[in-house]
């Protein structure tokens, strides 16, 4: 089954400074790759996607890179805030009407005043 | 607006008893999954299903049992709690169609003494 590495565990910046989180994963037949966040005490959410056609996309102060031959994606996030202290989920989905996702094990995202 | 909603937020069990987690959407969702959410090791899949009456197992499905009578409520089911399987246990649904968003409920933190 597919298996998703998800680095780092924790991760502390500056506010204003940027946050990259990364992510690989093993089955090929992957090609839906989305982030969920979430805030402490709160559900996850979906804050972005990506599919495989795609190499990149960009939502404001996020974006989601991803490289099919290497198998990994990668959750960009520029001028950071406060609200952007939460826990971060890297998945994997595959194009069966049937899809599971497959989580990561979460990014503990800290911005620092 | 998406809503995925869990039946407890708080449940305390005792060793051997049999426990019930339910979970409903009102989206008309056909696809719903369990996960157990532990530090440390992300989301995993319990057991997912895509329709009425089908199930199919996740990742960790030692120990639960999972039924879907009706098309909104999947239920999960401990048949004997033990207190490894003290976590937080996530519900999700989404469409059928592959790459579409996951929606996930509040939670329920279950601790088996």
């Given amino acids: 089954g597919e298996n998703v590495e998800q680095h780092p565990s924790t991760l502390s910046v500056q506010e204003g400074d940027s946050a990259v989180i990364k992510c690989t994963y093993s089955d090929s037949a992957s090609n839906y790759f989305p982030w969920y966040k979430q805030e402490l005490g709160k559900r996850p959410q979906l804050i972005i996607d990506i599919r495989s056609n795609v190499g990149e996309k960009k939502d404001q102060r996020i974006a989601v890179t991803l490289n099919k031959t290497a198998k990994h994606f990668s959750l960009h996030i520029t001028e950071t805030q406060p609200e952007d202290s939460a826990v971060y989920f890297c998945a994997t989905g595959s194009n069966f009407g049937n899809e599971k996702l497959t989580f990561g094990t979460g990014t503990r995202l800290t911005i620092i005043p | ?113």
Wanted: aromatic share 14%.
């Fill in chain 2, 1 to 113: 607006d998406v809503k995925v909603t869990q039946s407890s937020r708080y449940l305390v069990k005792r060793t051997g008893e049999k426990v019930f987690l339910e979970c409903v959407q009102d989206m008309d969702h056909e696809n719903m999954f369990w996960y157990r959410q532990d530090p440390g090791l992300g989301l995993r899949l319990i057991y997912f299903s895509y329709d009425v009456k089908m199930k199919e197992k996740g990742d960790i499905p030692e120990g639960y049992s999972v039924s879907r009578e009706k098309k909104e409520r999947f239920s999960l089911i401990l048949e004997s709690a033990s207190t490894n399987q003290t976590s937080m246990y996530l519900c999700a649904s989404k469409f059928f169609r592959a790459n579409t968003e996951a929606f996930f409920g509040q939670g329920t933190r279950l601790t088996v003494v």
